[in-house]
Every structure is written in C-alpha cells, then in structure tokens.
C-alpha cells in the first residue's frame, strides 16, 4: 500500500502566516499574497478557517502514460529504453522544466519488450498456467535515464489517477503493478530497487549484471536471470591468464556496471599475477578531449591486451572513434554486454575487434519467439506514441504529418513489409537476453499461480501482496518449454553459465561470433574453464597466440627480481646462486640443495654431489697402493735374507729375534697404510688409526730395544759390569710388550669412549663431498700420535749417545739415522696433516707412514743386507768385534 501526499485546500479570511506544511504551490493564484504584505499580515489577531474542498490524493507533478499497455486482472509493469539519450537542455528553474526530449532510437529495447509481450501473450493463452487470468501491461520507455527511470518507476507503482475519498479514509491505495520488468542497465535498476525495495515490489532485470545488485540489504526485492558479474569478472581474469596475458590494459564503462565490474576483475587478476598498465573509464557523452586521452593512452601503452568491461551503447561509440584513429593490432576481451552484439560487429569495418575474445551468455532458441518479435503490427496502436518514429527509423521513410520530412525519403504507409529488411531490429543474435525477458515474466507467472492456487481455475479472491509475490518468487524452480531450470539463489542470481566467443572474420567482412569454450562456475575451480579444441582467431588474423607481458618468463634456473618502481609483472631474471636451483618458470625464489646434493650448471637440479675418498682406481690411491706393497715384499725379502744368513754374526750381533719381531712390525706398518685407501666405513675407520698406532709403536719398541741392547752390550765390556743379565732377551721381550700394551690400553680407551666414525664433509668444497674418517675424539688421536713420538724422541736420543761407541758395525749409527728421518717425517706429517683438504690428508698421513716405515727399513736393514749379500767377507765376528776409530758424523 502507498500513500500519496494529502493535501487540504484553505481559504484565509485573515492575513496569517500559513501553517507549516501547507503547499503554496497548490493553492489558486488569487490566494498567493505578495512578499511586502507579510508585515501587516503579522499583526492581525483574529482568524477564521473554513474548509474548501474534500482532501484529493495526488501525485505530484504531470501524469505519466505508459508508451506501450495493455489491460488485464494483473498487471505487470515494463521498463525499457526505447531510445538510448536525450537532447540536452538547460533549465533556469525559474518555470517549471518541460519533459525530456528522447533521441537515439534503440532497437534492442525494442526487441526486450517484444520478448515481454511474447511471454505475456504465451500465458494468457495457456491453460495450464494462470488458467483464467489475464495479465496486463506496462511499459515506460527511460531513455537511459536514470532520474527517468526512478520517475515511471513510482508511476508504475502508484498511478496517474486523482481520486476524491472522504475525510475518514485513508490516503492509500494497492500498487498498480505486480512486478517490474527491466532495466537493461545496472545504474538505473540500482535508483529504482533502492526506491521500489522497501515495499517490496519485484523487480527482474534480464541484463542488470553489477555485483553490486546482489546484496540483499541494500536492494531486497531486486532479482536478475542473467548471471551477476561477480562470475563474469572472474571469469575474464581466468581466461585473461590461462592465455598467458600477464600486461594488459583495461577499459571499463563510467557507471555501476563497469566500475563495479572492473574492480572485481582487478582484484582477481591480481591474485592471479595479472598487472595492468592502465585502466581508463569512458562513457559515451565523454567530451572528445577526454576520449582523445583515451586514444593517446592506448597508442603509448606497451600491452597488446585490452580489456573491455563496456556496454554495448558505450562500444557503439568507442568503436567509432578507434576506427577514426585506425587503432588495429590490439587483442580484445570483452564483456557479455558488447561480445555478441552483431551489431557493433557490423560497425567494426577497420576490422578493429576482429579475433577478440570474451564471454556471452549461451546462446538460446524459443519456439516462435522469432516470429513474434518480427510482427511489429501489434505496436501500432493509439496508445503507443513512439510507433511512427519507430516505423520511420524501421523502414528509413516518413509519414506525411511528420513535420520534418526530408524531401529524399520516401512516404511510409505502415503496411511495408518486413521480408528481406536487414537491420539491428531483425538480428536475433541477442535472442539469450531475449529469453532472460522470458523466464523473468515466466517467474512471475509462475509465483502468481502458486499463490492463487490455481489448478483449473484460480482463486481471484486472493488479496494480491507484492511481499508475499517477492518470496514466492525468490522460490520457485520451473522448467521452461525449452527444457532450461529456471531458479535464483539467495541472492537473486541464476546459475552463473557462459559460453567464450572468438571473433573470427569471414568472407562477408562481418565477424562470426564462434563458441570456443564454456565457463560454469557451479564447477571445481579447476574445471570452470573448459576451452574446446578448435583453432581460435587472434587480432590481425593472427593463428598464433598473442604475447603480452612487461618481462618476459624467467626460465628454470633464473629467479624474479622486481624492477624498481614498476608493477610486480615487470622483473628482470638472474641466475640462481652455486647451490641454489629454481626447476619452474618465474619463480621467485632458488631453493638450496640438500648438503648432499649440488645444482647442476643450467641451476635447474640438484644432482648428487661426487664422493670424494681416496680409492683405489685413481692415480694417487694406486701409487699408494703399489708402494705400500712394496714395502711389504722388500721387508719380506730382508726377512728371508735374514732368514736365510740367521747363524752369521752379523745377524746374530744384535738380538737377531728383535730383528725379526721389527720386520714384522715393518710388513705390518706398511699393510695398514692399506686401510686408509677405500671409502671409509665404520670397521675401517675404527682400524686405520688403531692398526698404525699399535703396529708403529710395536715397531719403535723394537727399535727402541735394540738401541738398549747396544749401550748394554758396550757397558757390559767394562770390568765388573753385570749389566746384561738384567736386560737378556726376555727383558728386551717384555720391553716391546710392555711399550706396545700402553698403545693397546689408549687405543681400547679411544674406541669405547669416542671413536673414529665414517663422516661425510661439506664444507671443504661447494660441489663434492668428502668421505673421511673422523677423529671421534681428537684427544685419543693425538694421545696415540704422541706416544709414538715420545718412543721415537726416546730412542733417537739413546741411538744418539750410541752413535760413537767403537765397533766396526756399530748399529746404534743406523738407528740414529732411521729415528732422524722418522721424526723428521712426523713432524712435518703435523702441518701438512692439518692443511691438507679431503682426501689429501689421508694420502699426507699414509706417505708419513709409508716415508718412516722405509726409513727404519733402509737404515737399519739394508746396510746388513748390504754386507751379508755383496761384502760376506765382513760378515765374521772377528770384523765385527774389532777395534776401529769410530767416524763422527
């Protein structure tokens, strides 16, 4: 129910200020008083009133007559833009502004109220829907207005008839339509659901698409049957990146539809790793110097891809202003609202939008549609104003009574026939907003014949409430004749489904608008985009898809780095670091390799870094080897010689079991240097250290016992001396063992405390890992170097002192010489041990032990061998005992 203003009409007998709330401007001109009389007015006292008239319910300003209607027991109302602007004027608000003078006249509203009429015609004469009601119409033409638009919409809502009631009724009355068809445009359904939504009248848009609209608090009673742009923006960003198009520019019509639009696209592109280089809005009554702005910013922009978020009015005129500039080579994307208008197609004769690409609603086909649309007959009646502007503009003639005839076109007569005219009123390419038109009237007609229970008959008793017609409405889920669902969602949008047109030129000169793919957002995310395996049509004619990036792909093995004041899609490309990988395109970070792994040289893989360990097949590892060998075969010939010349003096001079026992340890010193070749393990970790120092400390006792045995056998020759019975062969036996247990009990402490363990190094060299043995605890390690060399300072210093007794083959020289270098060697084994990388400090350690086990081997073997083999006249013991002058050295 609506109230309308009441007002009373009052005679005033005395001159008064009138009471607040009285409307001069609808009293009689008699009773207005002039601005000089108020004074006087002021000091009158006494006042009489007498009322006039009866109260009158009126609405304020002109009557407004629908252009096309028609009665019926319901009626639904229709808004629609018949012309798309008006003459410009300017009022001086001094008199009262006369009606908007509409120009433009646009076909496609033509073509939406055709398709109401259609569907209202369908009912009526159906029997099983709303049998035995009629429903009425209708409808306003807005101009594209919106003030207009807010204007028929409260027309439609309250009437154009002054009615009289007694002073006791109320000043209300029903509302005069049901449920309002239109607008075609966002902004203006956003004026009227905000005006109309508080008393809850329906109002169904079929090509309403802002985001904006589906937000229940703000327009409640405001439904569509075309998809809410919140899908088709994000719909447009998917396609935009799954072609690669990270640089685009964008453009977007200056109102709800495109402001909205555009930010929703925005937004979503960014997520995604779109940029935009620009984004301008246009509107089509922009001045030319802005429109030029616009041109000049396309032509400087470096992106191939621009985005078209407009309605069709808005591309109609856009379209004509790149063909004045001839802008060709851009990729387009557009929106539903210009993709598929044949049309703007028509008009593209630079060929400017030809391969463009972009979303439309699926296409669509009712049964007799077509032929309703076409028999424009039924629009020539007394009510409808427009129909000889529309049949002039329809056919390019004028009636006689038209007051501006130009003198070469021919006289309509209103019979002309339509068959073989070709012009936007015959396209039927917008046949899916036609059939949005369709379902939303069908949405009404179907929430009516619930509420009047229809079934037969209905119930025509039932009081009619525009509340009760929203929430049966926002319910229902019929099935067209076509075989469509047809139902809103919460928010009073349908299913979001489109189809993805290419633009593809064809022998005519006009594009084909193909379907290449279709979008369902009721789908997975990743399935809502579904492209069909057909060849697409780029700009230019183009087979090839379009590049159209700041910067190009950073490859595997590069990192993105951001350019300095510039959007996150223009960077420059830089090489991973050693050790640091990125196996995908335009990544942003190199990620480290595992310890054990290294990048390869393109920087796209980790690939096992080379174990490094001294082996056998390598060069050093083999000489080694050979050496060590060696070492072992000459000790063994020595001990055969020995073997073989064991009851000759010399052999038998100096405890010739020592001499055996030092071979021994000698063939044992130079096989564990065998140990410290090969990958290390856990076994042979633990051996290699313990083998060398028990093995050289059992070799240095013997030394060391021989050492004895000579300053004992010299004192001895003293008169009175009893040295030797208290270092015979068993005491020198139980020396050796005694010196090589201390090593025995250090190294079983080392191995159950902390022993050495195989250890993987990384930090010696960036791609190679080293195999090594480690110390486990440094302090055994070094325990067992420094026993070894306080046997070795030990026995050098006896040797030394024995250097000079008389002899001829006095053996303590020889000792002194082999503990020489064996401590040389050692002591320069400590800094070269230390420094050396990797498997270089296991090659130090086995030439140390491989350099000293020679040394002993030569210095106190050979010189026997030497005169056991070639001078065996000097092996008696007469020579060996005799006197000679001992060589200082």
Sequence with gaps: MYKYQCKFWIYITVHVMPPSGLALDSMPSTQRWPEQGWALLQLLLVASFSQAEEPVCRQRGDPENPQLSKNGDIMLGGIFSFHTSWKARHDTYRQKPLPL???????????????????????????????????????????????????????????????????????????????????????????????????????????????CLSDKTKYPSFLRTIPSDYYQSRAL???????GWTWVGAIRTNDDYGNNGMATFTETAQHLGICLEYSVSFFRTDPPDKIQKIIDIFKASTSKVIVAFLSHMDMDVLIQELSNHNLTGYQWVGSEGWISDSQIAAMDRHHILDGAVGLSIPKAHVSGMREFILDVKPLNSSSNEMFPEFWETLFSCKFKQSKSSPGNQRECTGHEDLTGLQNSFTDMSLMPIFYNVYKGVYAVAHALHNILSCNKTCNNKVQLDPFT??????????????????????????????????????????????????????????????????????????????LSVCSEKCLPGTRKVLQKGKPVCCY?????????????????????????????????????????????EEIMGALLTAASLFGTCITAIVAFIFFRYRKTPIVRANNS???????????????????????????????????????????????????????????????????????????????????????????????TISPPFPFKNFKEFKDKI????????????????????????????????????????????FITFSMLIFCAVWITFIPAYVSSPGKFSVAVEIFAILASSFGLLFCIFIPKCYIILLKPEKNTKNNIMGKAAPKSF
């Design 101 to 211: 003078e509409c120009t433009s006249l646009n076909f496609r509203d033509f073509q939406f109220a055709q398709a109401m009429l259609f569907a209202i015609e369908e009912i009526n004469n159906s029997t099983e829907l709303l049998p035995g009601i009629s429903l009425g119409y209708k409808i306003y033409d807005v101009c594209g207005s919106i003030a207009r638009s807010v204007r028929y919409a409260l027309a439609l809502t309250n009437g154009n008839e002054v009615l009289s009631a007694l002073s006791e009724a109320p000043c209300t009355r029903p509302a005069q339509v049901q449920a309002i068809m239109g607008d075609t445009s966002s902004s203006p359904c956003m004026a009227i659901a905000t005006v109309i939504g508080p008393f809850h009248i329906p109002m169904i848009s079929h090509f309403a698409t802002c985001a």
């Design 237 to 243: 960003a998917q396609l935009v990146w799954h072609f």
């Design 469 to 546: 017609i929203l929430q049966h409405i926002t319910k229902i889920k019929f099935i067209t004749k076509e075989g469509d669902e047809v139902y809103f969602n919460e928010n009073g949008d349908p299913a979001a489904k489109y189809e993805i047109i290419n633009w593809q030129p064809t022998e005519h000169g006009i594009a084909d608008f193909v379907t290449v793919g279709l979008y369902d957002a009721s789908l997975p995310a990743d399935k809502q985009l579904h492209l069909q395996n057909r060849s697409l049509i780029w700009a230019q004619n183009s087979q090839q898809v379009p």
């Design 572 to 616: 420059d490309c830089l090489r991973c670091a050693e050790g640091e990988i990125s196996n995908i395109t335009d990544s942003i970070t190199c990620v480290r390799c595992h310890p054990e792994f290294w990048s390869n040289e393109r920087r796209d893989a980790c690939v096992k870094k080379e174990a490094v360990f001294l082996s056998y």
């Design 657 to 751: 079991e020592l001499s055996f026992l030092l071979l021994f340890s000698l063939t044992l010193c130079f096989l564990c240097s065998l140990t410290f070749i090969g990958r290390p393990s856990e076994w042979s970790c633990m051996l290699r250290h313990t083998a060398f120092g028990i093995t050289f400390v059992l070799c240095i006792s013997c030394v060391l016992g021989k050492t004895i045995v000579v300053l004992m056998a010299f004192k001895a020759t003293l008169p009175g001396s009893n040295v030797m019975k208290w270092f015979g062969p068993t005491q020198q036996k139980l020396s050796v063992l005694a010196f090589t247990l201390i090593q025995v009990i250090i190294c079983i402490l080392w191995l």
């Design 770 to 813: 080293i195999l090594e043995c480690a110390l486990g605890s440094a302090v055994g390690f070094w325990a067992v170097l420094g026993y070894i060399g306080l046997l070795a300072m030990l026995c050098f210093i006896l040797a030394f002192l024995a250097r000079k007794l008389p002899d001829n083959f006095n053996e303590a020289k």
